[in-house]
């Protein structure tokens, strides 16, 4: 896996550094987001960094996601990692 310093990540846990969206100037990042993602209300309610951080990753959050109201788009299902992923995430956390 390639290594970067500096690398820039969100609370729920992309990497905006190599996010096309933020890298381009159309996602302003978390700063621009704290009072309408649930991702963000959750690290700041629990003095996390990210979600990664937290003990009880993957959570119901995650499992659901979260309906995001948004100006420009409407209501958004936000929900960051696909299910395998999170299934594969629980099932190595069960070996460590």
């Known amino acids: 896996m390639p290594r970067v310093s500096n690398v820039l990540y969100s609370h729920c846990g992309i990497i905006c550094s190599f996010c096309k969206a933020f890298v ?22 629990r003095r996390l960094k990210c979600c990664f951080d937290c003990i009880e990753f993957p959570c119901k959050l995650h499992e659901e996601g979260f309906t995001w109201e948004t100006e420009e788009y409407g209501p958004l299902k936000w929900k960051v990692y696909s299910d395998v992923f999170l299934r594969i995430f629980r099932a190595d956390k069960k070996t460590t």
Do not use: P
Request: with cysteine; hydrophobic share 25%; charged share 30%.
């Open 24 to 45: 381009q100037g159309d996602c302003r990042g978390c700063d621009a987001h704290i009072d309408a993602c649930d991702y963000i209300k959750c690290c700041l309610k």
